[in-house]
Antibody, heavy 125, light 114 residues
Framework: QVQLVESGGALVKPGGSLRLSCAAS????????MTWIRQAPGKGLEWVSY????????YYASSLKGRFTVSRDNAKKSLYLQMSSLSPEDTAVYYC??????????????????WGPGTTVTVSS | DIVMTQSPLSLPVTPGEPASISCRSS???????????LDWYLQKPGQSPQLLIY???NRASGVPDRFSGSGSGTDFTLKISRVEAEDVGVYYC???????????FGPGTKVEIK
């Protein structure tokens, strides 16, 4: 079945780095733009980043100030989020999601229709 | 950046009664292809978000027809025709206008049973 599973969440000290992964299965990963969002404890959803099918178009939330880097490996059906200079404000559950579909050069937007269960990042000394 | 607002932020509902949530964006979400890039998501307690409505008014697969989305430009509405107990959670609108190179969630509306 169509599935996304995040991993890599951990307890990390302020100023540290972490790499999250998102493994896709059950669909043609390379056909889809992918996104990361996060949710701090007791807070709402916050969009983080978006990457095109080939990785040539990448968007980031302006609040990240260049500390995060999104990438993908279509051969491995995996999405990544490299996070650096982490602060307690980055403590959150991080979710990956599926977005725009590209088929035969045509673009189809059916919403962000698949989400993983999330992985928890805790930034604390 | 586009700013999204929602009202109300808290909505006590009675099962069987209708409910409505408003979402506004700081700039138009109407793309020149004629579609409004506004989605609605529901996050039930302890769960990942789930897609309800995309492009303003299209119900996602498997979403009950008691959910409907409407609006255009900067003003959008999510309606539940008859609330059921399983509809509790936080509802978020999200702008996904790809041309602005960033997306934004609204603050969320918490729906709970009276």
């Amino acid at each position: 079945q169509v599935q996304l599973v995040e991993s890599g969440g951990a307890l990390v000290k302020p100023g540290g780095s972490l790499r999250l992964s998102c493994a896709a299965s059950g669909f043609t990963f390379s056909d889809y733009y992918m996104t990361w969002i996060r949710q701090a404890p007791g807070k709402g959803l916050e969009w983080v980043s978006y990457i095109s099918t080939g990785g040539d178009r990448i968007y980031y939330a302006s609040s990240l100030k260049g500390r995060f880097t999104v990438s993908r490996d279509n051969a491995k059906k995996s999405l990544y989020l490299q996070m650096s200079s982490l602060s307690p404000e980055d403590t959150a559950v991080y979710y990956c999601g599926r977005g725009l579909r590209v088929t035969s050069g045509l673009y189809y937007y059916d919403g962000m229709d698949v989400w993983g269960p999330g992985t928890t990042v805790t930034v604390s000394s | 950046d586009i700013v999204m607002t929602q009202s109300p932020l808290s909505l006590p509902v009675t099962p069987g009664e209708p409910a409505s949530i408003s979402c506004r964006s700081s700039q138009s979400l109407l793309h020149n292809n004629g579609y409004n890039y506004l989605d609605w998501y529901l996050q039930k307690p302890g769960q990942s978000p789930q897609l309800l409505i995309y492009l303003g008014s299209n119900r996602a697969s498997g979403v009950p027809d008691r959910f409907s989305g409407s609006g255009s430009g900067t003003d959008f509405t999510l309606k539940i025709s008859r609330v059921e107990a399983e509809d509790v959670g936080v509802y978020y609108c999200m702008q996904t206008l790809h041309t602005v190179r960033h997306f934004t969630f609204g603050p969320g509306t918490k729906v709970e049973i009276k």
